[in-house]
DNA sequence: CGCGCCCTCCACCTATAGATGGACCGCGCC
DNA sequence: GGCGCGGTCCATCTATAGGTGGAGGGCGCG
């Protein structure tokens, strides 16, 4: 053999995309795709029986979410490389994201030839942010982290809850309440609770999935 | 030729979901992909070069939305056949494709084999709809109306405003405002804006992409 | 024309939300 | 041990939001 071709483990839910995925990479030179998964256990399986060089994840997965295939991935295999592919761009999935290993985000509207390259840089080891995610990510860096209680708080607003139901869930008075929401408020960069509940799903603090009903 | 094969037009902006779909119509007999398109002017120049039987098109798309190259088509072709895909699956998103004449709606992570049956029945002149999505039309229609002036207040709430701003954009007073609120709050079936905002949301009645800043 | 629907506005009242400042406890860290 | 921080709680005040009822004008439709 002349040379290596780039081991590729393709993981996505979506059929179609996950086909195109495929397609697309078996006709790019020294790229193969060794494996396919469908949700994040899969995924992790695939991963240890093809130690595939690069990776390809979706963020939003059943069972074990991208990030978490990163994570637990990387505890047994440090070296491991990943790119995360989404259709989403909130803020705080590209953060976790990054945070957890990845090194490179694509938006699944990219093109054939981004994902190719992306693919080679990555397993050469450089890292590829595309400048829009990039600035996303540089807002993100600035904003204060929420503490747990504040995004519990959080969550509930996105739910529709009022103050007095929030404490009732959470078991606290209402007046905590409004001591995290104030606090939240703030570090959100917003001036009320309905602002707060739709930067939350814009940034993918609160997954607009989670609100369908579940949860009580 | 033993058979005529189904002419299919893809219409997706996401270059490797159309790749995707392209790839598995190929594959599939009986039906051949005529067409491409990445947006929605596009899509029609595509419609009229190729006459397809069908065509799957997204809903979100550049310069013109899935919704409108429907209607358009259809005026100079009524008995064009269409088949929407989606990752959405926001009431308004459904009950506004198939008023405009969609005869299906899959959501993108349906099976190749849903995919081509659907293609299937609906060149044989039959609607599908998947029972989830059917559920979700049939609240829909349940649903009341929102008026046009209704509309435009959810919007603002949606894009964080307070009722005197609202007031001050839409040159109302603010005792119009909550009249509007108080009427659309009841037609959403919620109890306060915030809960408004996040149904509107979901429900696909005020897109998301749209809040991200402009509109002022 | 009369009816219904929508938009507009008003007054009034109550409930909720948000702002402020101060307080206590527990925990991790230097 | 002292310090900082997060979480909890309190009281209080003001602004905003939401609920109700009533009222006038415009517009389309049978």
Redesign the interface.
Known sequence: MTQESIKVLVVE?????????V??LNVADGIEVVGEAADGVEAIAQFRKHQPDVTLTDLRLPRLSGVEVIQRIRMETPQARFIV?T?YDGDEDIYRALQAGARAYLL?????DE?IATIRAVHAGKSHIPPAIAQKLAERMGAEELTPREFDVLEQ????K?NKEIAAELEISEATVKTHINSLLGKLG??????A??AA??RGIVP?ES??KPGQ
């Open positions: 839910d979506h059929h179609v995309v996950r086909q195109g995925l397609a697309l592919l259709t699944k509207g990219m093109t054939s994902l607003i996105v739910r529709g009022s917003v001036t009320d609770r309905t602002q509940a739709t799903i814009q607009l609100l369908r």
